[in-house]
């Protein structure tokens, strides 16, 4: 079956950077879009951004000013998160995912890893 691991998470101080990483096993199908969401503590999973098979098309979270960069190496079937200016707002879980299509909702992507942990204080 197909397994999405990250890594890269942890604990910074306010306005630190933390760069994650999510890497996908078996997923055969090079033309998948990959993406990050998260979920906050009593909150809903909300979009982060998504990234083609390509890696030229890219859409961000509006509320994420800029401060977040996602990149994508197809060929190793791994996608990263830049994560710059880091706020305490930004602490959540966050879960990478892959699925057939261009799409915002988390319910249109088939495949999740499990999340990692981002603490942001001052």
């Known amino acids: 079956q197909v397994q999405l691991v990250e890594s890269g998470g942890g604990l910074v101080q306010v306005g630190g950077s933390l760069t994650l990483s999510c890497t996908a096993s078996?997923?055969?199908?090079?033309?998948?879009?990959m993406g990050w969401f998260r979920r906050a503590t009593g909150k809903e999973r909300d979009f982060v951004a998504i990234?083609?098979?390509?890696?030229?098309?890219?859409v961000y979270a509006d509320s994420l000013e800029g401060r977040f960069t996602v990149s994508r190496n197809t060929a190793k079937n791994t996608i990263f998160l830049q994560m710059n200016s880091l706020k305490p707002e930004d602490t959540a879980l966050y879960y990478c995912a892959a699925g057939a299509r261009m799409v915002l909702g988390p319910l249109g992507y088939e495949y999740w890893g499990q999340g990692t942990q981002v603490t942001v204080s001052s």
């Open positions: 078996r997923l055969t199908a090079h033309t998948y879009v």
């Open positions: 990234i083609d098979w390509s890696g030229d098309n890219i």
